[in-house]
């Protein structure tokens, strides 16, 4: 029997890493490689239980990352900003995501899925550039330079932080809901992605779609294409309206003039841009192209009812 093929995920305890984790360890075709900066953490421990193979590994080394890329077919990359919170990153997004291209290239890695941004540049709205966005757009054309084929999924607003950062609470002695969003007017357009749910199958797909072709990845036509990935578009208006709807619950929403003292400034400017520009303004979304792969995308009403109803339970509509 022949050996699976492997894919190695990058920051796979976090968000983006374990729906990549989970859906490639579904499909029961992939052998997973799982990074992290910590093997005994609960997430890395539930892996080890389901057969991943869980690999500590300093993200900020690049010996310890060939190491961790040899023998991978597929890679998934994403990086981390230095002041988020749950970190101690020295290296910025940029460094992070060169030493990550370098090592898949060294170790043979034959197709790198790259989580990116948009670039906002220095010039966009006097914020001096978003170096969030800014620095992982400029690894999309390292890694074209580089000659390492790649794809670039293009992330907008998660849909996950409702409950994970969170952006809601109760409120009034318990009898109301108020959830908030930060600098985003209530009704602008938003693209969002359910994470745990889409973003795994779609890069699943993606690669199967690769792998099937019988050609070259460097060939494919899909190679150095940016793939912008969101499930719907709709506002933050909308997801708080839906919440109320489908908990029951009289709901409020206020959105929030910064979020610097939580988080960062720079955060702060990408929401700037979000409000004033929006994430790929232009895509249709779910994208067409996942569509016809076959990934069968969320919805705002199905995470509202999955993941925000269940702790609302008295109030629920039936």
Sequence with gaps: MSQKPVIVVVTATGAQGRS????????GCWRVRALTRD???????RYADEGIEVVQANFENKEDLIRAFRGAL??????????HQAYSNTLSEYDQGVLQVDAAKVAGVALFFWSTLPYVGPEFGGLGGVELY?????????????????????????????MSWPLIRRSNDGMSLETWNHVVGEENPVAFLWVEHDLGPAVLALASHFCDSGIPFSQNPLNHTL??????????GAVSRCIGQLTGISTSHTVMPNVNERWNPDLTKAFIYQNTHGLYPHEEFPPRLLIDL???????????????VPFFPENVNV
């Design 74 to 83: 597929l890679a998934f990359g994403c990086t981390i900003p230095p002041w």
């Design 20 to 27: 990549v984790c989970e859906a490639f360890r579904a499909s």
């Design 39 to 45: 093997a005994s953490g609960p997430v890395a421990r």
């Design 294 to 308: 076959r990934v069968k995308f969320g919805t705002l009403e199905e995470y509202v009812q999955q993941k925000v």
């Design 227 to 236: 793939q912008p990935l969101a499930s719907w578009r709709g506002s933050w």
């Design 134 to 162: 800014d620095s992982k757009a400029k690894i999309n054309d390292y890694i074209v330079s580089v000659g390492l084929p790649a794809v670039f999924i293009g992330t907008p607003a998660f849909i996950d932080n409702v």
